[in-house]
């Protein structure tokens, strides 16, 4: 039975392992005051082009989106997010556990816009509401789908001329920022972004998030925040090391081009064989809409995520793809198409 019901089923990259041993002999200042830490932001101010932001690394990205955006907002104020947004449906309310609203708007294709989040300012006015502040966005978006430079250029001004932040959840952002038709780079989120994060967990490293804070107004006290959300690992050269040895060369997009690349053959097969899918995604997660009978014979095999019904006798399922899926089988999986309609 092979899995691709997600991308963190493994542990992490052999150079990770390998770097984060060799750390193990160190003594290592603790709280992320280390010299692995301190490195590895430094590595990712290169990247993005700013040598002003703030770097942190984080344990998960439930924690990572759940800290920073209850310390972004004052207690009377509100997110707003796709129906389909992460901290809408996959965090168990932890954002809104701290206080804080989270107003949805329904986009299609996952995809936030100027006029969806218009409605939702339209709606709220006054101090009998809540007061929309932060618009959370996510690339690639949680139906695989990415943010293109024009769109996220304009949520940007947007967000500037409505006073409200602009906060990305990149933990899937290695793949979306290596997908094709993508024209968004790290400097470009560092642009347009008040604060995003940089996701390891499922882009090869044993786990961690690294959030970048670019807006001077977000920055101040954060390491308090972090602390009071148990958010502040004492062993914090664990998560440096990963991040130093992701971004001292370029293993952090080789790796997410891997991912992309596997489900990329997999999508040919699908198209090939004649179906369709519920999301244009060009990323790591994929979501083909199948026949039940031959979902039900894929699963005796496979393992994946059941995702949406579309018809009595078709389904859509989530596959995905990571850093470590061995191309054979990928190639076993395609076979099934092919074996299963000669």
Known sequence: MYSFKNDYSEGAH????EALSKASKEQNTAYGMDSHSLRAANLIRE??????????FLEGGTQTNLTAISAFLRPYEAAVSAETGHINGHETGAVEATGHKIVTVKADDGILTPQLIQKVLDQFQNEHTVKPKLVYISD??????????????????????????LY????????????????????DLAQFCDAFYIGGTKNGALFGEALVTCNPELKENFRYM??????????GMVLGVQFETLFEKNLYFELAEHAN??????KIAVRNSGFAFLSNSPTNQIFPILPNDFIKKLSQ???????????ASHTAIR??????????????FIHCFYDFFE
């Open 14 to 17: 052999p150079k990770i392992l």
């Open 47 to 56: 990247k993005i082009g700013r040598s002003d932001a703030d770097v942190h």
């Open 140 to 165: 690639s978006t949680e139906i695989g789908t990415i943010y293109t430079k024009a769109i996220l250029s304009d949520l940007c001004d947007f967000c500037r001329k409505n006073g409200l932040f």
């Open 168 to 187: 990305l959840d990149g933990a899937r952002l290695g793949s979306a920022l290596t997908a094709q038709g993508n024209d968004l780079t790290l400097r």
């Open 226 to 235: 972090l602390k009071q959300r148990g958010a502040m690992l004492a062993k």
């Open 261 to 266: 690349h596997m489900a990329e053959r997999i």
């Open 301 to 311: 095999d496979f393992d994946f995520e059941v995702w949406e019904k579309t018809d």
């Open 319 to 332: 596959l995905v793809t990571s850093w470590a899926t061995p191309q054979d089988e990928v190639d076993r």
